[in-house]
């Protein structure tokens, strides 16, 4: 039989996601609304810019967990004829936005910072080590309630790595408390707060830069699409693969789509055949959802990565 070449032929496998769990998820944002609310005020007291940087970086974690809440929920609806993939992206939006806050946040505490290196003011320092110290006891719960939900999933990971950042900012925190304390060594606020900064934007960049390609639909970077089209033109029967996309919808499915050039002229049984064994091939480089459009003497361009601007 011929004409296939408007046929596409599709498979694909389903993962399920980690969840947040609805009662964890309440007490760690009402624990954190609480302590963002005691460090602003007790920051403003004292004069701390430490204590304020810990408490914008709190507020950032009550955010980072309501929207990774919203995003996982929203992750596991249905696909629907309107939202043909359903939700599923909607976690790496998540991630990419709580990493984004927390990349701005670090340059505001830096620039605070450094106008504290200019001018300098004295801090009251035993509302800097109580408030720090509870500041720690919270964070350390709510990093227990979510740890068990952190592994493999970008969007609470993040949500997660807030809460752990938050908690060795607030140990860093009290210890410049007790610097100031004892020691009257003021300078130690804003050196601890360029500190602070500078953990953020190291946890956040590796999550920003991932989520950002999985938005921008980059070929994941452990796939080599080379190698796996040498691999697909192994098999009998295929002459070319071509029009290669790969991408990733969420951060553990890879999709991928091509156009195939027959070397024969063959019955629908028979490709399917072929899409079998490329599949099998794709699982190996963890690609679970594939895409084959089959041609048997089609004029179109035969490179395996096509330029926009020619006709798709």
Known sequence: MGGLGEILIMSHDHHHHGEIKGKRLFFTVLLNAGITIAELIGGIISGSISLISDAIHNFSDVLSLLISYAANKLARRDATEKYTFGFKRSEILAAFINSATLIVLAFYILYEAVMRFIEPVEVSANLVIWLAFGSIIVNGLSVLFIKGDAHGNMNIKSAYLHLFGDMLTSIAVMIGGILIKYFQIYWIDPVFSIIIAAYLLYMSWDIFKDSLKIMMQFTPSQIDVNVIA?????????????????????????????????????????????????????????????TLQPEFSVEDSKERIINHGHKH
Request: proline share 0%; aromatic share 4%; hydrophobic share 40%.
């Open 230 to 290: 040498r691999e697909v033109e192994d098999i009998e029967g295929v002459k070319n693969l071509h029009h290669i996309h790969v991408w990733q919808i969420n951060d553990n499915e890879i999709m991928f789509e091509a156009h195939v050039d027959l070397k024969e002229d063959i019955n629908i049984s028979d490709f399917e055949k072929i899409l079998v064994t490329t599949e099998q091939k794709l699982k190996t480089h963890k690609i679970d959802h594939v």
